[in-house]
C-alpha cells in the first residue's frame, strides 16, 4: 500500500532481558541523552544531542533496567493483582522505551550508513529482549493468576480488557510453551530479526542504487514541467547536469508512468520497478524463501496448520477464510471493473494509431489519456492547486471544525532535521493535547511509502503521571524546486489526510493506559480511522479553503472541482485489483508449509488462480512487498486495508447522509472511535457510533461498483 501504519509488536513494548546489565555511572548519564528523563518540553527527545554511539549502551541499559524490575514483579510475595503485576508492565523500561521510541523511527526515516551498521546490533538485542519477557515463566505465572481472578478482583471494565490482552499477548507469543519449544520459538524469532534486517537493506540499496540518465530534453515529452525540473535537479546533484536523472522514489517514478508519451521510458521505469530488489547482490528473493519456512515452522509450534491461521486468529477476521472471503468479493467485480477500463484504453489506443496492445506499463498512461476523454480532467490541471503548505492548512481546518483541534508550530523545539515541522495540538480551550511532527520529503536515508507512528504515547508513566503522547507523519512527498513550490499530486494529497488520519487516532486517545491507547487496536481496524479521514481532501468546503493557486492565490474554479469529483471512481478496478490482488497474495504465502518453493514462480501460480489480469501487476511484487517481508506487521494481514475499507464505507454513509462537519456525528465518531483506542471490543464501538455492524455492501457502494 501505499501509505501505512507502523505498529510495533505489543510484545516490543514490553521488552525485557537479564542478559546485559550496563552500570550506569554518573558519566554514562551525563553523556547518554537516553539514560535519564528528557528535559525539553512535552518530552521531546533532545534529538540535537543524540549520536549513533548512544544507541547500544542505552538499550542495553534499558534491558537491565527491565530485568530488575521483572525480578520485583516475580518476587513480590503479595497475591498478584493489576497494581503490582500488570500496571509495572506498562512501563518496565523508561530508557528502553526511550531510545525504541527514536531507534525505530531513524530506522526508516534517517538510516545512514553508520546507523545501518548499529542497527544490525541492535535489532537482535531488542529482538532477545522481547522474547525474554514474554516466555518468562515466573512473569507469565503472575499474569495469569490476575486473569485468573479478573472476575474476582475490583477492576474496571477498561482494566478487566487490559489483563485479557496482555494475557492473550503472552499466551500468542508462547508463554505457554514447554521449554523446548522455548527455546525453539526464539531461535526462530532469532533468525527472523535478522532476515528482516537483511531483506530491508537490500530494498534500501536496490531502490538506491537504480537510476535512468535521459540525454534529450525531448524524450520527456509528456511529462509535467515540475518533473523535468526534478530530474534535472537530481543529475546537477549527481554532477551530471545538463541531463535527468529519474529514481525509484515516487515522485520521480510516478509521474513518468502516469505521463511520459516515450513508451520505452515508460517501460524501462515499469520494469525497473517491478524487478526491483529481485537480482544481485540484492536481492531478496533467498530471503523470502527463508522467512516463509520459519514462519511455517513458528506457526506449527504455535499449534496452527500454518501461519495465515495463527496471525488471523488474533484480529477481527478470526480465519483466514474470512479475510479471504471479504476479498474475492470485492476482487471479483475489480477485475470486471478493470477489464472495462482496458477496453476503454485499447480502443484509444487503436484509434490513436498505436499499433499495441495495453501492457502493465500503459496502465497509468492511458488511463489519464481516457479520463481527459470521458471527464475533461488532467491531474496536472489541479496541481498548481495543492501547494503543501495550502494541503496542510485544509487538513488543518477540518480537524478543527470536526475535533476542535488547533495546531500551533513549534519553532524551537528539537528535531532531527531542519525539513521537520513540530505543532503544539490543543484543544478548544487551549489545553495541550499532543505533539505532532511531519517529515515529507524522500531522501536516500529513507525508506519509501509513508506512514504514522509515535514516539511518545499516552497513558500513565512510571512516576504515576498520565502523558499525552507525541505523534509523527513521514511520507515521500515531491520535493519543491528552484521555481515551484512542492505541488502535491492528488494521490500525495489523499495520502496527507490517511496519514493524519492515524495521527488522530494516535493524539486524540482518551484510553489511560499505553497498552490500549491511540492505535494499539486490533490491525484490521486501525486503517478504518486513516482511510475516512480521506474523505475530507476532496470535499468542496474543504477545497475552498486549501485548493487555490500557488501563483495567484485564486481558489480551484467551481467547474475543475466537479469534473475532479466526477472523475474520482474512474480507474477503481485498476486500483482495488491490484491491492486485493496483493493481500491475496499475501494470504497465500501464509498458508505455505515450507520454504522450498521460487517466490517469482509462486506469485505467477496465484495471479493465475485468482484471474489477475494480465495488465496489472500486483501492487507490490515479492521483493519489495515491505509490508509482509520487511517485519511481522502485516504478514498475512495486508488484507486488512480493505477489512477496514468496509468499515470506513459505512461510517463515511453516515457523515453523508448527517453532514460532512455535522456536530453531533463528528462528536460521536470521536467519542467511541477516535479517543477510546481499545478500551472496547472494536465491534462494539463501531456499532456505538453506526447504530448496526459493519456493511460490506457500503465497500461495493464507495468503489462504484454497486449503487
Known amino acids: 500500500m501505499k501509505h501505512g501504519f507502523r505498529k510495533l509488536s505489543f510484545a516490543a513494548a514490553v521488552a525485557i532481558s537479564s542478559c546485559f546489565v550496563m552500570p550506569m555511572n554518573a558519566q554514562t548519564v551525563g553523556d547518554n541523552p537516553f539514560l535519564k528523563p528528557y528535559e525539553t518540553k512535552y518530552g521531546i527527545a533532545p534529538f540535537e544531542q543524540i549520536r549513533t554511539e548512544h544507541f547500544i549502551p542505552a538499550i542495553k541499559a534499558g534491558i537491565a533496567e527491565q530485568a530488575e524490575n521483572i525480578r520485583k514483579i516475580v518476587e513480590n510475595p503479595a497475591p498478584a493483582d493489576f497494581d503490582n503485576t500488570i500496571l509495572p508492565l506498562e512501563n518496565l523500561s523508561p530508557i528502553l522505551e526511550r531510545v525504541s521510541g527514536v531507534f525505530y523511527h531513524y530506522d526508516s526515516a534517517m538510516k545512514t550508513p553508520e546507523f545501518g551498521a548499529m542497527s544490525e546490533e541492535a535489532m537482535p538485542l531488542l529482538n532477545e529482549a522481547s522474547n525474554a519477557v514474554m516466555l518468562d515463566e515466573g512473569l507469565f505465572k503472575r499474569v495469569k493468576q490476575v486473569y485468573d481472578n479478573r472476575d474476582k478482583l475490583k477492576l474496571s471494565k477498561v482494566q478487566k480488557r487490559v489483563v485479557e490482552k496482555y494475557y492473550r499477548e503472552f499466551t500468542e507469543q508462547g508463554a505457554d510453551l514447554s521449554p523446548e519449544k522455548k527455546k525453539e520459538l526464539t531461535r526462530i524469532n532469532d533468525e527472523l530479526s535478522k532476515l528482516f534486517i537483511q531483506y530491508n537493506k537490500n530494498l534500501l540499496n536496490a531502490t538506491n542504487q537504480f537510476t535512468i540518465v535521459v540525454y534529450d530534453k525531448d524524450d520527456l515529452a509528456g511529462l509535467p514541467e515540475s518533473s523535468v525540473a526534478q530530474a534535472a535537479q537530481e543529475a546537477k546533484e549527481r554532477g551530471m547536469d545538463g541531463l535527468y536523472v529519474f529514481t525509484l522514489h515516487a515522485p520521480s517514478r510516478l509521474p513518468v508512468l ?160 531542519d525539513e ?262 472494536p465491534t462494539v464501538l463501531f456499532v456505538k457510533f453506526r447504530g448496526h455492524k459493519p456493511d460490506p455492501e457500503a465497500l461495493l457502494r464507495l468503489r462504484g461498483f454497486k449503487k
Open 420 to 681: 521537520v515541522t513540530v505543532y503544539d495540538i490543543t484543544d478548544k480551550d487551549g489545553k495541550h493535547v499532543s505533539v505532532f511532527m511531519t517529515d515529507y520529503f524522500p531522501r536516500g536515508t529513507k525508506v519509501q511509502g509513508a506512514w504514522m507512528e509515535q514516539m511518545q504515547s499516552a497513558g500513565v508513566y512510571e512516576d504515576g503521571k498520565y502523558r499525552r503522547p507525541i505523534v509523527y507523519n513521514v511520507g515521500n512527498f515531491t520535493r519543491p524546486t528552484a521555481d515551484t513550490p512542492a505541488l502535491l499530486t492528488p494521490d500525495e494529497v489523499e495520502t496527507t489526510f490517511h496519514e493524519f488520519g492515524h495521527a488522530l487516532q494516535g493524539m486524540l486517545t482518551q484510553a489511560p493506559y499505553k497498552s490500549i491507547a491511540g492505535t494499539n487496536v486490533d490491525r484490521d481496524y486501525v486503517e478504518m480511522c486513516s482511510q475516512i479521514n480521506e474523505h475530507w481532501a476532496d470535499t468542496p468546503e474543504v477545497l475552498k479553503v486549501y485548493a487555490k493557486h500557488y501563483k495567484t492565490g485564486e481558489p480551484m474554479p467551481d467547474e475543475l472541482v466537479k469534473k475532479m469529483q466526477k472523475a474520482s471512481t474512474f480507474n477503481q478496478g485498476f486500483m482495488t485489483t491490484e491491492l486485493a490482488g496483493a493481500a491475496l497474495l499475501d494470504m497465500a504465502y501464509g498458508h505455505l508449509q515450507d520454504g522450498n518453493f521460487d517466490p517469482m514462480a509462486f506469485e505467477k501460480e496465484v495471479a493465475e488462480k485468482i484471474g489477475m489480469p494480465a495488465e496489472i501487476t500486483f501492487r507490490y511484487r515479492s521483493p519489495y512487498f515491505k509490508h509482509i517481508f520487511g517485519d511481522d506487521g502485516y504478514a498475512s494481514g495486508y488484507y486488512t486495508y480493505l477489512w477496514a475499507q468496509v468499515l470506513e464505507a459505512d461510517a463515511w454513509e453516515l457523515f453523508e447522509q448527517k453532514g460532512v462537519f455535522d456536530p453531533k456525528t463528528a462528536a460521536s465518531f470521536k467519542k467511541n472511535i477516535l479517543e477510546s483506542g481499545d478500551t472496547e471490543d
Open 258 to 417: 502516469q505521463y511520459a508519451d516515450n513508451r520505452g521510458l515508460r517501460e524501462a521505469m515499469y520494469k525497473g520497478y517491478t524487478n526491483l530488489a529481485s537480482y544481485g547482490e540484492n536481492s531478496n528473493i533467498p530471503v523470502i524463501k527463508e522467512i516463509v519456512r520459519l514462519r511455517a515452522e513458528k506457526a506449527k509450534l504455535m499449534g496452527f496448520k500454518d501461519f495465515a491461521s495463527m496471525m488471523t486468529s488474533r484480529v477481527m477476521a478470526g480465519t483466514p477464510e474470512a479475510a479471504e472471503e471479504l476479498l474475492m468479493k470485492v476482487f471479483t467485480p475489480a477485475v470486471e471493473r478493470s477489464k472495462e477500463e482496458v477496453k476503454d484504453m485499447q480502443a484509444y489506443v487503436d484509434a490513436h494509431g498505436g499499433g499495441f496492445k495495453i501492457a502493465p506499463w500503459d496502465y497509468y498512461y492511458y488511463a489519464e489519456k481516457v479520463k481527459k476523454q470521458k471527464f475533461d480532467f488532467d491531474e496536472n490541471d489541479v496541481r498548481p492547486y495543492f501547494e503543501l503548505s495550502n494541503v496542510l492548512h485544509g487538513l488543518q481546518y477540518a480537524a478543527n471544525r470536526l475535533y476542535g483541534i488547533n495546531f500551533t508550530e513549534m519553532p524551537d523545539a528539537p528535531k532531527y532535521m
